[in-house]
């Protein structure tokens, strides 16, 4: 069975521009969340979605946003870019809500220059 | 406030001996915890979770330890392989939360001699 897939792998990107990734839960799974991971730290949870709608907002600028599709899909998108976005960004999907095993991709390397 | 922590960033075992990762969390209201492993260029990855109304739980090679009283974590990794070789993060969360949010500590790298 197909993990969670992420899209693109890699991405450069220079201030100011903006940029969406896109993430593909694991079959079945409703829940989809976002983590920012910066070199060397652990993940930084950004966002919730779970049938469609926000659950949760980190401490994250309004420059971030995300949705999630019917087939429960999700986007995330970051506007005017800053060189402090350069990170991996992580979705994890889980089958349900509360306290369920949140299964990660291997996420998107987002360069700024 | 919240945080998880980890008490050593670098731990090098010999290939075959019993691995010990500790974990302290600081939230009493965390009642769900996992350990994940991470290898280089890839997303982490679930080994094992705990619920705060169990104080030990046993999967394949891996054990994991909650001291609910002290707020500790550990995670038993027994004959240590190379594959074993990544860093391990333990994470919380809580059920009282509106949403699912996980809170990773910074992560123990865990070094395989031969």
Redesign the interface.
């Known amino acids: 069975d197909a993990g969670v897939t992420q899209s693109p792998t890699h991405l450069i990107k220079t201030r100011g521009q903006h940029v969406t990734l896109r993430c593909s839960p694991i079959s079945g799974h409703k829940s989809v969340s976002w983590y920012q991971q910066v070199l060397g730290q652990g993940p930084q949870f950004i966002f919730q979605y779970y049938e469609k709608e926000e659950r949760g907002r980190g401490n994250f600028p309004d420059r971030f946003s995300a949705r999630q599709f019917p087939n429960y899909s999700s986007e995330l998108n970051v506007n005017a870019l800053l060189l402090g976005d350069s990170a991996l960004y992580l979705c994890a999907s889980s089958s349900g809500f509360g306290n369920q095993p949140q299964h990660f991709g291997d996420g998107t390397r987002l360069s700024i220059l | 406030g919240e945080s ?1 922590g980890l008490h050593l960033p670098t731990l090098s075992v010999q290939e075959g001996d019993n691995s010990i990762i500790n974990c302290a969390y600081s939230n009493s209201a965390s ?2 915890f ?1 350990w ?1 492993k991470q290898e280089s ?6 080994i094992i ?1 705990i ?1 705060s109304n169990m104080d030990k739980r046993q999967g394949q090679r891996v054990t994991v330890l909650l001291n609910k009283t002290v707020k500790h974590l550990s995670l038993q990794i027994a004959a240590t392989q190379p594959g074993d070789s990544a860093v391990y ?1 333990c ?1 919380e ?1 809580s ?1 009282m ?11 123990t790298r865990l070094h395989i001699l031969p």
């Open positions: 998880v009642d769900y996992i994940y260029g890839k997303g982490p990855q679930f979770d619920r993060f994470a969360t059920s939360n509106r949403d699912d949010k996980i809170i990773f500590g910074k992560g």
